[in-house]
Structure formats: C-alpha cells, structure tokens
C-alpha cells in the first residue's frame, strides 16, 4: 500500500502541478497589479473588522478560521521535511510561494463570497459552489466536493493528529504501555486522544460559530508566542544571521540536493503550509459578513503571508541557525544506510518529515522549556488545522447533500474524521504524509485549472477589485452590485442589495 501511495502522489506532484500553481501566483498578481503588495494597508484594516451577524462570522474570525487550517504541523513539520530533501534553498521556494499564492488566495476567496449561498441560517461557500454557479458545471463541483472530503475528511487529519499524538508523548512521556487494535500505545496518549476526541466533539458539533469562537483566540496567541520564541533565537544569534539569509538563497539556486528537489519541496511544502491555489480557504471566506466580495479576498491573500512569510520563516530561521538539521535524499533509509546523506549535522536516523528539527532547535537554545513548548505549539496547531478540516468537509457534504437530499452523511462524516483523529494519533508517521500531499495535491489540480478557466471566460474577480478600488478612490460607502458588473448568477449579493435598496425607501 506504501508503495501504491508513493507511487500515486509522485504522479500527482509532477511538475507540471508544481509550475502551474507557481505560474498561476504569478498571472494573477500581474493581473491584479501586485494587489498583495498595492493593498498591503487594506488587508490589515480589513482584518479587524469585527462585523458578524447570525449567518455570517466577521472578517477576523474567517482569517482566523482559515489561519487555523494554514497554520498546522505544515509550518514546523512540513518546513523540516522542505529542509531535510531540499537543502536550504527550499525556504526560498516557499517564500516564492507565499507571496505570488497570495493573489491566488484572494482570487479563489473573492469567488468564494461571490458565489456564496445561505443555507440552513448560515453562509456556504468554496470551489464546489463557484465551479457551479459561474462556469454551470456541477461536475466539477461535484468532483472538488468528492476530492475536498476525501482530502480534507479522510487523509489530512491523520497527519495532523498524529503530531498531536507525539506532541502528547513529547510533553507527558509514553506513560504504561497498552496493547491495542492498533498496536501497544502508550496510556498517556490515549488518555489524551480521549481528551482530544471530547473537546473536538463538543466544537464540531457546535458548527462554524463555535468553531471561529475558538480559533480567533488560539490561533493568534499560539503563532505570536512561536515567532517571539523564534524571534529570541534570532537575536541571541544575530551574527549569524546574513550568513543563514545567503546560505537560503544561494542554496535556491545552486541547491545541495538539486535545484528540482530544491523548488519541488519548497513548492510542496509551501503549497501545503499556506494552502494557496488549494481551495480550502474559500470555505471559510465565504462565511465572513463583508460588504463587498474584494474585502474578503484580501483579507485571505494577508493570511498567507501569515502563514509563510511569519511563521514558516521563524520555524526555518530557528533549525536553519542552530545548524539541527541533515539534507538528504528521499531514498535515504536511516537503518540501512543506502541512498544519499547530503549534509549531516545530527543523527542520521532523525525523522525528516516530522518536527523533529525545530523541537532540537528549541531545545539547543532553550532545553527543556523549549521542548516542551513546541509540543504543545504542535498541539494547539494541529487541532485547530483538525477543525478547518472538518468545517471544510462539512461545507463539502451540505453541497453534495443540496443534490442527494439526505442529512445522514453530515454525521456519517463527523464520525469519520473522529475515527481518523484516533487512528493518526496512535499510529506511528509512517506513510500518513504521503496520504497528505495526495489529499493536498487532488485538490489542488482541480481548483487552480478551475479558477483559470473562470478568469479566461468570466474574469469576475478582476471586476470585483476594480470596482472595489473605485469606490475607495471616490470615497463613499462601500456597497456592491453584481449585475451592474455584468457577473451572474450571485443571487446572494442581488438579494442583498435588494433588501437594502427596500430599507432605504
């Protein structure tokens, strides 16, 4: 089965996924401008705008929504493993990534709350709903829906939860060994992921309302103490650091490990951090209450500069100046010895694609309070990251369920993800990153072909940013008309300014 997996995930990794979503970044920020530069302003302005109602969540809570999916075991796993096969170089490439992804973030965001609708009292959204209301093909609504709960329902949260599970270990030890259908797992973890199960049942079932509650608050204090954490590590080191910034981009180019294996984990590891092009971040989008669909948008491209540009940047700044970490080949087996060692500065037999170099690194500077306080960074990250995936699969089971009609699958999938939870948290890394990246890489093949084939027949969301930017030049309130702009079949946004053309009467 590993090899089937590998074997599935290299075909849906080829470079031609890579280019595209790296040549998609870069034909809508020449379209847009550069917005995520040009508006840079704006988004942080947006981003505090505390307007919610009872069917939508404010600006603030969305990007926290969808923070919690972009900051996970991503940004402390997934940018070792970028490191440990890439060599230095790759930091770079995710770099490229966040800042040409951000306008792929604001396209595929603005489409999410253009095309939103109001079901069952709440907002819904992403590429299902747009592929289907602005291109008129359900298909490939249907296709994305079907990726999207595969994807983010079944193979995400086992990579997320098993992070979880070390984390557990990493800050309680092992505790007595238990003999399980899985296998001996310690008592501690299990005490945990029953822990874990309770508090993600209670949130879950509370709907996207209990779930922005709680990630506006944790999302923001546990990246802010991880880049302060980071930020001492940089100071205490600061003689160091231009020598690490030229070892980063000389390393993009003239790469130990290739220049391939440079960009293609960078691309893979950034692409799977920030999640731009994905089209996960559309689903918590299109929930926000905003007066105009550009706003949104925005607010979504600023998010991945949070995720990569800060976080990503601190976690490879910390292993990257501690010198905790090795380059090698994907081949490399640690029993064995065959395959490639390109740099060794640890233990050979450290797992690359697992947070193991930035626990060292804190750990070098910081001991024992610096391992603990990534076990429980990696805790806080990988839950939150679990519950945008669930709101991600539910919003996708609601659109399937608009065409089957039946309400059992909602719950059907709740039990899923928590079987899930429970598997990736007592079982051991093994091939559950593989089943991410495919999850990751399914996804995004359909929505980035999908939102280009809506620029080159629509171009709505160009539409949407010119007007938006003429009516901040002119200076007058904010409002928004589809039809004005000649893009159908927004029925959200028709209704809505019907309804406010009739209160002002």
Not at 399 to 426: H, Q, S
Request: aromatic share 14%.
């Amino acid at each position: 089965m590993e090899g089937f997996i590998s074997t599935l995930n290299s075909i849906v990794w080829s470079p031609a996924l890579i280019y595209l979503c790296l040549g998609a970044g870069l034909f809508y920020s020449i379209l847009t401008r550069f917005a995520q530069v040009r508006h840079f302003k704006e988004m942080c302005k947006l981003m505090l705008n505390n307007n919610e109602s009872d069917k939508g969540i404010s600006s603030f809570q969305a990007l926290a929504v969808s923070l919690s999916g972009r900051v996970g075991v991503g940004n402390i796993a997934g940018v070792a493993a970028a490191i440990g096969f890439g060599g230095p170089g790759a930091v770079f490439w995710m770099w490229v990534v966040a800042f040409l992804g951000a306008s792929t973030a604001y396209v595929e965001s603005t489409l999410g709350q253009l095309y939103k609708v109001e079901e069952n009292g709440q907002y819904r959204g992403g590429p299902a709903y747009y592929f289907e209301r602005c291109l008129g093909w359900r298909w490939l609504g249907i296709l994305f829906a079907i990726s999207a709960i595969i994807g983010c329902g079944i193979f995400l949260p086992g990579v997320q939860a098993n992070a979880v599970g070390n984390a557990i270990t990493q800050v309680f030890g092992e505790g007595t060994a238990v003999v399980t259908s899985f296998g001996e797992v310690g008592s501690n973890k299990l005490i945990g992921l029953a822990f874990i199960l309770i508090i993600l049942a209670f949130i879950i079932f509370g709907g996207i309302k209990r779930i922005a509650n709680f990630t506006q608050i944790v999302v923001p204090f546990m990246a802010l103490g991880y880049i302060v954490l980071a930020l001492i590590v940089v100071f205490l080191n600061l003689d160091r650091v231009p020598a690490i910034f030229g070892l980063i981009f000389s390393d993009a180019f003239t790469a130990q490990a290739g220049f391939g294996a440079a960009i293609g984990w960078g691309v893979k590891r950034g692409i799977y951090s920030n999640e731009a092009g994905q089209g996960t971040g559309p689903h918590a989008a299109a929930a926000a209450e905003v007066d105009h669909p550009a706003q949104q948008g925005l607010v979504q491209a600023f998010s991945v500069y949070v995720d990569t540009l800060f976080v990503c940047t601190a976690t490879a700044l910390m292993i990257l100046i501690t010198g905790q970490y090795n380059v090698q080949t994907e081949d490399f087996n640690a029993v064995t010895g065959a395959g490639t060692m390109i740099l060794q500065n640890i233990d050979a037999s450290t797992v690359v694609a697992s947070p193991a170099f930035t626990q060292m690194a804190l750990h070098s500077v910081f001991g024992q309070f610096g391992q603990v306080f990534a076990g429980i960074a990696i805790f806080f990250f990988a839950f939150t990251t679990i519950l945008a995936y669930y709101y991600i699969t539910e919003t996708n089971v609601a659109y399937l369920n608009r065409i089957l009609n039946n309400k059992l699958p909602n719950l059907l999938f709740k039990l899923i993800l928590m079987f899930m939870v429970a598997y990736g948290t007592v079982n051991s890394a093994g091939y559950i990153w593989n089943i991410g990246d495919l999850g990751v890489g399914i996804m995004a093949w359909v929505n980035v072909v999908g939102i280009l084939v809506i620029f080159f027949m629509y171009k709505p969301t160009m539409r949407c940013l010119r007007d938006y930017e003429e009516q901040k030049k002119n200076g007058g309130p904010v409002t928004f008309d589809p039809v004005k702009l000649g893009i159908k079949n927004a029925t959200f946004w028709e209704n809505r300014l019907e309804q406010q053309q009739k209160e002002q009467k």
